[in-house]
């Protein structure tokens, strides 16, 4: 048995070993805790913390991708933005948190979705993994320590 190195739970070493409960409520204590205390001066604005959660899981490269070919807009970059604008705003419609880049020189879209961090999907050393890179863009979009943001919060509580 080893560790976690989050939340100090007992894991097994073998790959397919239980995920860490413990670890997974830190995860969302940290996410809620970060979405209380986000500065309004970051780019990015969570509109709430299941918004915050995918967009993170996303920038941490936790992702599935998929190209919208916008071919009547080769070489255009401008149409291909508005492509983008109206494919994020039919997202945004649908209640689905996807994040839309456009090809800088034209004629694709790519949407990203974050992938699912279900106990059946994501095994507990791909999820401490996860977890680690997840703080990391905490910390390099905001400036702030998620841990202790998290005693923070916990604190004011």
């Known amino acids: 048995m080893s560790k976690c190195p989050h939340c100090g739970s007992d894991v097994d070493a073998v790959k397919g070993r239980p995920r860490s409960l413990d670890q997974l409520r830190r995860f969302f204590g940290v996410l809620r805790a970060?979405?209380?205390?986000?500065?309004?001066t970051a780019d990015f604005q969570p509109e709430s913390e299941e918004h915050l959660r995918k967009w993170a899981l996303v920038k941490a490269g936790h992702r599935e991708a998929t190209d919208v070919p916008v071919e009547w807009a080769d070489d255009q970059p401008g149409l291909t933005k508005l492509a983008g604008l109206a494919i994020e705003a039919a997202l945004k419609a649908a209640g689905t948190?996807?994040?839309v880049r456009a090809d800088a020189n034209g004629g694709r879209v790519r949407?990203?979705?974050a992938k699912s961090i279900a106990f059946d999907k994501l095994g507990q050393s791909a999820f401490t993994t996860l977890n680690d890179e997840v703080e990391a863009v905490y910390r390099s979009e905001t400036g702030l320590e998620p841990q202790q943001v998290l005693e923070e919060h916990g604190r004011a509580a």
């Open 34 to 40: 970060m979405y209380h205390h986000w500065p309004a």
């Open 97 to 99: 948190f996807a994040f």
């Open 111 to 113: 949407v990203y979705k």
